[in-house]
């Protein structure tokens, strides 16, 4: 699918500003939900598919992740979760593609993404925590076996090319024992899958400031520093209003210029 043909086209990256990913993507009410007092300068918000999306108008999400010499486009999805920290965006993570696939179109779209990341310049990687073992372009049946409840298989890492600690995961979730939530396309789950059904899959994609790495030790510093400023606490949240009204803030000796 194009990005012209999107329900909703987002454009965001990790270390871009919560006010300018606000304002470039029109979220106009959600900007006024995080000026409410219960909205700390710690949190998340999601953007979902209208559940009708696949039967009337236009479908999906896409995501453009839009930091200069590291864009990415991802097919479209039906929910995306993007993660705050102080005044910056730390986090971004989405379900795709709309419909669960079966095992040949799931393989066929995963050879496709993983095409897709390699040639975005994004570099093949690992996680800070993880095992290190290479960006895998297939999945077999073996990796479902034998699990018992919600069952996955990992794909890989990816890096930023300008930053090796945001890293880019990709997972593959198998829906029918996938837990109900915020992220199962609620389409599908209206109709019970014929027991006879073959198996269906989704892909997770998360793309996020490693904890401990260079960027998001910057925004935890960032947001502590001011924390400490206001209340003399930094382990006590501001509301995020604070962020929104003065996102250049930094403490009296540093500059002013963004961390992105």
């Given at each position: 699918m194009s990005a012209e043909d999107?329900?909703?086209?987002?454009?965001s990256h990790v270390g871009?500003?919560?006010?300018?990913?606000?304002?470039?993507n029109g979220l106009s009410e959600e900007e006024r939900r995080l000026r409410g007092p219960e909205e700390t300068d710690q949190g998340s918000n999601y953007i979902v598919t209208p559940a009708e999306a696949t039967t009337v108008g236009p479908n999906g999400i896409v995501l453009l992740y839009?930091?200069?010499?590291?864009?990415?486009?991802?097919?479209?999805?039906?929910?995306?979760?993007?993660?705050?920290?102080?005044?910056?965006?730390?986090?971004?993570?989405?379900?795709?593609?709309l419909e669960p696939?079966?095992?040949?179109?799931?393989?066929?779209?995963?050879?496709?993404?993983?095409?897709?990341?390699?040639?975005?310049?994004?570099?093949r990687s690992t996680g800070r925590y993880t095992p290190n073992q290479p960006v895998r372009t297939s999945i077999s049946p073996e990796?479902?076996?034998?699990?018992?409840?919600?069952?996955?298989?990992?794909?890989?890492?990816?890096e930023a090319c300008d930053?090796?600690?945001?890293?880019?995961?990709?997972?593959?979730?198998?829906?029918?024992?996938?837990?109900?939530g915020s992220f199962t396309p609620p389409t599908a789950l209206a109709v019970p899958a014929?027991?006879?059904?073959?198996?269906?899959?989704?892909?997770?994609?998360?793309?996020?400031?490693?904890?401990?790495?260079?960027?998001?030790?910057?925004?935890?510093?960032?947001?502590d520093e001011r924390r400490r400023s206001?209340?003399?606490?930094?382990?006590?949240?501001?509301?995020?209003?604070?962020w929104l009204d003065d996102p250049d803030w930094r403490p009296p000796n540093e500059s002013r210029s963004p961390p992105d």
């Open positions: 999107a329900t909703f086209l987002v454009r871009q500003r919560v006010v300018d990913y606000l304002r470039v839009d930091k200069a010499g590291c864009e990415l486009t991802l097919p479209a999805g039906r929910q995306f979760r993007f993660g705050r920290s102080g005044g910056f965006m730390e986090e971004i993570e989405g379900i795709l593609p696939l079966i095992w040949q179109r799931m393989q066929a779209q995963l050879g496709e993404l993983v095409a897709s990341l390699d040639s975005s310049g994004w570099r990796d479902f076996a034998n699990k018992s409840g919600p069952k996955w298989a990992a794909v890989g890492f990816w930053d090796p600690s945001v890293k880019l995961y990709l997972e593959v979730r198998h829906y029918e024992s996938s837990a109900s014929d027991p006879m059904a073959e198996d269906r899959f989704l892909f997770l994609v998360r793309i996020q400031a490693e904890y401990g790495g260079r960027s998001s030790d910057e925004f935890i510093q960032l947001r206001v209340t003399g606490d930094p382990g006590r949240p501001l509301p995020a209003s604070v």
